[in-house]
């Protein structure tokens, strides 16, 4: 017999624990028995050697053994049967049952293949140990419902962790998240009272090596009954020892790193699981149990219940987050409209971008920018030099990811030249704005020192052993603190992904696929169709030529201008000019699809809380324009949409203050029971008014009643979406107006839920 690999017993410390190799360990933990059958005999190629103990049978006799010689026949075709399945996975646990040393041993079979080896994990239970199917459903189904419901992220996770303790008794299950260096903090937990408090600490990257966190980013689940064991090694034929060892990464009874059990003797855990919390498909955090009282062993039915809460949690994580601060989602979608309208006007995108120059660095709540276009750069607010600058552009364009941000809250860490200007730019989001070219947005933000509380002094503790250092896990999990230098507040999520979203619209706009916006022209000449529906197909193919036809004129003009007439040359720049105004068309055409394509999340709604978000949003330009607000009683709830609201009121205020031209302006936004017992709501102003003879007018897509450039210019799709949106809420808009006595917009919304969205173009 041959033992696997050479791994068992290797010493390793923290001086090279990341570099442990810890899929392959050689050995399992000594709770089951591992098996490595060779297809399609299911002859027994490797055996752990703990088998005897558990089965009965000598690990000799096991080595080339038929797996139908260890169990009953009609259990190996069972297993058979499934190895015939798609997803292995999707049969476990078999339900297995053994006759060795005089009687039959039970067990929950757990198989998989990796690297075409097929892998069978016996876990030992008892026939009365199986958790029946519906006992596992009305289980999860009451941990869906609590997850469900959980307001926020912060009571997701506090949902999160009692459902885990609840369902496996440990003493304590703390949910903790990663940060982008891969420090955890810890954000719900559920003990016993005599346990220590974890609460609202954090616990260094070095808790977690790289490569386990590779490991719980492919297993939702890990466990470790007991901590004080020896490992069973893994045992070959002999024929099948130049084999390599076993990758053990998607085994449930592989063996445990030492430095990790030692950190675990140090925290006083003589047992632990985790559960994996992935978001969009990268580790975010895990639920962490650990047991005081003794070894714990949670039965592969209820780990399996466990999985589900990590996979559903994980599947919310994204909407809970989305929840948290709303009015600045609202606020940095409003910016990101302005700033999309002002690239599409202006041929420069760098001017459109930087003007205002306030608006990028509320985006995503810098205190500098820097906007680097074809070799010039537009800097605003606090940044480094211009040599500082160039010299970051030149790294990140050399190490970046191109298709992808660069987010730090450390700078130096990645850039060690970055310590010199840590003063304006410590953090950092980096956007690159094309492909080929060294086109980016730089946001930044300052250094500011904090303290940060420790779980446990994170700087490793060394020993000597002889007159050689030893790395130790830390023995002390209590509170510790640090102060912290060289780094910004972080960036949210939300702010993230606002910057993320500007370089999609920026690439959109400059790099905009062009061959098949011919297909567009075409469609549209012959297409009656529903706007949206043939919106939806522009918004995927449809772009190309138009920006073949500006891209190949702005050439004629760079390259032949002195061979046209001033005749030719105006020709051409009009040109330019159009095929921009068309593409502002269709991003409003879009928009407007979008509306009658998108599934409103109707619920019952504060109106106040929406109209002060977007007053707030509007502030600017309220105070720009000098209009007095009047709101002169508190608008009923409403069953509605609430972020199609903010565009509703959005767009009727945006009118309201663009269209006047009194000295003394104000709108007034309110509210009027009718008799029926509904509500009619209105947005009225004393600005220029509208004859009656343009009022159904006014609501047709791309129609405007002035010149392209007045009143601020526009594509004349606003009350055509607002008047969608009402639509889509079961109500109605209208409108009093006369000229220069100002416009009141109505509208009702339906007292019942809209009907969802049906067809292809659903979403």
């Known amino acids: 017999m041959q033992t696997d690999g050479a791994r068992v017993g290797q010493v390793v410390d923290l001086t090279n624990c990341d570099k ?73 646990p078999l339900k297995l049952t053994t006759r060795g040393g ?8 757990i ?53 885990v303790r609840r369902l496996t008794g440990f003493d304590r299950v703390i949910a903790y998240r990663f940060d982008e260096e891969w420090n955890g903090a810890v954000l719900a937990e559920d003990r016993l009272e005599t346990a220590d408090s974890y ?22 689940l890990r466990i470790i009954p007991a901590i004080d064991y020896v490992p069973a090694r ?23 790193s030492p430095i990790h059990l030692e950190y675990l003797r140090n925290m006083g855990a003589p047992a632990s699981m985790s559960i994996s919390l992935l978001k969009e498909g990268r580790l975010w955090g895990l639920i962490s149990c650990t047991h005081v009282s003794g070894p714990r062993y949670v039965p592969y039915e209820v780990r399996k219940a466990c999985e589900f809460v990590g996979e559903f949690m994980s599947s919310l994580l994204v909407t809970k987050e989305g929840h948290e601060h709303y009015d600045q989602r609202i606020r940095a ?86 310590a010199a200007f840590k003063d304006v730019a410590a953090g950092l989001i980096a956007a690159s704005m094309s492909r080929g070219r060294h086109n980016y947005v730089l946001w930044f933000r300052p250094e500011v020192v904090q303290t940060v509380a420790w779980g446990g002094n994170p700087n490793k503790p060394v020993d000597m052993v002889g007159d050689q250092p030893r790395l130790h896990p830390r023995k002390s999990f209590a509170l510790w603190k640090e102060t912290v230098r060289g780094k ?49 197909a522009a918004s995927h193919d449809l772009k190309e030529p138009l920006r073949g036809i500006h891209n190949y004129t702005s050439l004629v003009l760079r390259e032949q201008a002195d061979s046209l007439s001033p005749t030719n040359h105006k020709r051409m720049d009009t040109v330019v000019r159009l095929t921009q105004r068309m593409e502002s068309l269709i991003n409003s055409l879009l928009h407007y699809a979008q509306v009658g394509r998108t599934e409103l999340s109707v619920r019952e709604t504060d109106l106040n809380e929406v109209l002060s978000s977007v007053l707030e949003v509007l502030k600017p330009r309220i105070d720009e324009a000098q209009v007095e607000v009047r709101v002169p009683r508190s608008l009923p709830p409403a069953l509605a949409d609430r972020v199609r609201m903010a565009e509703v009121f959005t767009n009727l205020l945006t009118n309201a203050i663009k269209y006047n031209d009194k000295e003394k302006k104000w709108v007034e936004i309110g509210a009027m029971d009718t008799p029926d017992g509904g509500t009619t709501y209105y947005v009225r102003d004393n600005g220029i008014g509208i004859k009656p003879e343009y009022h159904d007018t006014i609501f047709r897509i791309f129609k405007r009643l002035h010149g392209r450039d007045k009143y601020g210019g526009g594509t004349g799709t606003g009350l055509t979406i607002v008047k969608r949106l009402i639509e889509r809420h079961n109500g109605r808009l209208w409108l009093e107006s006369q000229p220069g006595a100002g416009t009141t917009f109505f509208f009702t919304l339906g007292s019942e839920k809209p009907e969802p969205v049906t067809g292809t173009g659903a979403k």
């Open 20 to 92: 442990e190799p810890i899929h392959i360990p050689g050995g399992i933990q000594p709770h089951g028995v591992l098996l490595v059958l060779q297809e399609p005999s299911l002859t027994i190629r490797q055996v752990s050697e703990n088998a005897e103990s558990l089965l009965g049978v000598p690990v000799r006799s096991l080595l080339g053994m038929a797996l139908e010689n260890l169990l009953t026949e009609s259990q190996a075709s069972r297993i058979r049967e499934c190895l015939l399945s798609e997803r292995l996975e999707d049969n476990n």
């Open 102 to 109: 005089g009687r039959e041993h039970f067990f929950n079979g």
């Open 111 to 163: 198989a998989h293949r990796h690297q075409g080896r097929l892998i069978l994990e016996l876990e030992p239970t008892s026939e009365q140990e199986a958790l029946p199917f519906f006992g596992f459903y009305h289980q999860a189904r009451s941990s869906m419902s609590r997850l469900r419901d959980a307001k926020d992220l912060s009571a997701l996770c506090v949902e999160a962790v009692r459902e």
């Open 199 to 220: 609460m609202g600490l954090w616990f260094p990257a070095s808790d977690i090596p790289r490569q386990a966190r590779e490991l719980y980013t492919l297993n939702w």
């Open 234 to 256: 893994i045992l070959s034929l002999p024929e099948d020892a130049d084999q390599g060892p076993l990758d053990m990464s998607f085994c449930v009874l592989r063996s445990v």
């Open 333 to 418: 979608q409003s910016i990101q409209v302005r700033l999309l309208e002002r690239m599409t006007r202006h041929p420069d995108v760098a001017v459109g971008l930087t003007q205002p120059p306030p608006e990028l660095l509320e985006l995503t709540g810098a205190t500098g920018a820097a906007v680097y276009f074809n070799g010039r750069t537009t800097i605003i607010g606090q940044a480094p030099d211009d040599e500082q600058l160039q010299a970051l552009i030149e790294w990140l364009a050399a190490k970046a990811d191109p298709q992808e941000l660069f987010c730090t809250v450390c700078l130096s860490n990645h850039y060690p030249e970055a």
């Open 488 to 536: 910004s507040l972080p960036w949210k999520d939300y702010e993230v992904e606002a910057a993320r979203e500007l370089r999609r619209n920026v690439i959109d706009i400059v790099l905009q696929r062009s061959e098949e916006l011919l297909k567009l022209n075409m469609e549209l000449e012959r297409s009656n169709v529903e706007l949206d529906s043939f919106a939806y």
